[in-house]
């Protein structure tokens, strides 16, 4: 059980961002209550613990909220250090500037440039997406060769924050190129990332956070027909 008080997570179980939380969570061997949010009918407790960005995920630990993902995912370490699981950023000052660095890049850059790429709808949308978004896999690919230093994750032997915030995307990845026709984790143009990816999916904590591909392939082609219809959805960032 958690030390120091009640754990509830808020989420949704398509949202990467609170795949990022249970991720966390998993490897520290953390009990918590999760309760799953409905994003298009936010219920009181969401919106009364995260009133500025009204979204998931939300950490309440002894009832006091904690928001953001990547600031939840600190949390979670700082707050558990040296009790349970392995640690999520590196002791040394610069290596854990390095992580944070590679974790705000994944949300700054890969991630507005994968979103058009998400929310394409025609073959040339995302022709046009999926260039604009692989400069930034190859951006993060040299990161990954040169943090990892050829072993298994950005943190080296074991996941760090960096590798949960790029690999809470990755069924997300695998369900658009579906549906685009693309391959975006390409493992002749990007080995690191791709090796990187398949450590990252066999990791029990992971498994069990992570939603199931079909269903998450039949929730995204929902979201692509009503992108297409004249009243398209607001509940999707």
């Known amino acids: ?16 961002y609170a795949i990022r939380a249970k991720v966390a969570l998993g490897l520290k061997g953390l009990s918590y209550e999760y309760l799953e949010e409905d994003l298009f009918r936010k219920s009181d407790l969401l919106l009364n613990s995260n009133p500025v960005h009204k979204k998931v995920p939300v950490l309440v630990h002894a009832g006091r ?24 950023l590196p002791a040394d000052a610069s290596d854990h500037a390095t992580a944070r660095f590679w974790a705000a890049f994944t949300d700054d850059k890969f ?19 999926f260039g604009n978004v692989v400069p930034q896999v190859e951006t993060l690919e040299l990161a990954f060769m040169e943090c990892s230093k050829g072993k298994a994750f ?20 695998q369900v658009v190129d579906e549906v685009s026709g693309t391959k975006l984790l390409d ?3 990007f080995p690191g990332l791709a090796a990187g990816a398949e ?11 992570m939603p199931e591909f079909e269903r ?4 995204y082609k929902g979201f692509l027909a009503k992108l297409a219809s004249p009243a398209a959805p607001a509940g999707y960032s």
């Open 1 to 16: 059980m958690a030390a120091g008080g009640e754990l509830q997570l808020l989420g949704s179980w398509y949202s990467p």
């Open 216 to 219: 998450l392939l039949e929730h």
């Open 111 to 129: 991630f507005l440039a994968w979103r058009q790429l998400f929310r394409s709808t025609t073959d040339g949308q995302r022709a046009e997406a």
């Open 65 to 88: 909220p904690v928001c953001e993902s990547l600031v939840v995912l600190q949390y979670v370490d700082e707050a558990w250090a040296g009790t349970t699981g392995p640690p999520l």
């Open 187 to 189: 493992g002749a143009r």
């Open 154 to 173: 950005f943190g080296g032997d074991a996941i760090g924050l960096a590798d949960i915030a790029l690999g809470s995307f990755l069924v997300w990845i």
């Open 199 to 209: 450590h990252f999916m066999s990791v029990d904590a992971v498994k069990d956070a």
